[in-house]
């Protein structure tokens, strides 16, 4: 069980187009999910917090009009990077939590963005 | 604000013992977990800690928390090749976020 899930798992875009992510828990009901970048040989960065039918709640920092986050429905959340740039080509990761067993979040197997 | 650290690298030998060592800040922390990365992956869950405890075993996996000086251990008995990875310990802030550290690259030799 809790399983979640991201598509696509790598992409490559070129400058300026826009990329979407999803996010999907399988077997379970997310009502938060998380989104977080990593670079090469570093930890996690949480980018956003989202709850199910709310705006995200983005971190220091993080630009809310470049990356967009959408928690339309318990199952889905999607993050959009627009107009995308080479800086930022990272690993991006999302984790669902279903706010029982000590909120533990589980994370998907993320998304690799390569941005020409 | 909060901290986690960990040293960044250990090797051991196949069949030895691994100990992950990590320390944080936050003595509110509710819960403390262990996650593993494998290269070009997701974070798997491995185990956690209610900060109650001292000890939880799970099979091969041990984990120590010193409260006191806000120290976690993960022990890997017997440790195997595919154990080879990336562990990063993560404690649950105030607000719920999790704060990780840079993460420990275990090495396993044959």
């Known amino acids: 069980g809790a399983v979640v899930s991201q598509h696509p798992s790598w992409v490559i875009c070129k400058s300026g187009t826009s990329v979407k992510i999803e996010c999907r828990s399988l077997?379970?009901?997310?009502?938060?999910m998380f989104w977080y970048r990593q670079f090469p040989k570093q930890s996690l960065m949480l980018m956003a917090t989202?709850?199910?039918?709310?705006?995200?709640?983005?971190e220091q920092g993080v630009e809310k009009d470049k990356f967009l986050i959408n928690h339309a429905s318990l199952t889905l959340s999607t993050l959009t990077v627009t107009s995308a740039h080479p800086e930022d080509s990272s690993f991006y990761i999302c984790s669902a939590s279903d706010g029982r067993v000590q909120e533990t979040q589980y994370f998907g197997p993320g998304t690799r963005l390569l941005v020409l | 604000g909060e901290d986690v650290e960990q040293s960044l690298f250990l090797s051991v030998r196949e069949g030895d013992s691994s100990v992950i060592n990590c320390t944080y800040t936050?003595?509110?922390?509710?819960?403390l977990y262990w996650y593993k990365q494998e290269p070009g992956a997701g974070l798997q869950l491995l185990t956690y800690i209610f900060s109650n405890m001292d000890m939880k075993q799970d099979q091969r996996l041990t984990v120590l928390l010193n409260k006191k000086d806000k120290h976690l251990s993960l022990r890997i008995a017997d440790t195997q090749t595919g154990d080879s990875a990336i562990y990063f310990c993560a404690e649950k802030d105030q607000g719920g976020k999790l704060i990780f550290g840079q993460g420990t690259e275990l090495s396993v030799k044959p």
């Open positions: 936050d003595s509110s922390s509710t819960y």
């Open positions: 077997d379970f009901q997310a009502t938060t």
């Open positions: 989202s709850n199910e039918g709310s705006k995200a709640t983005y």
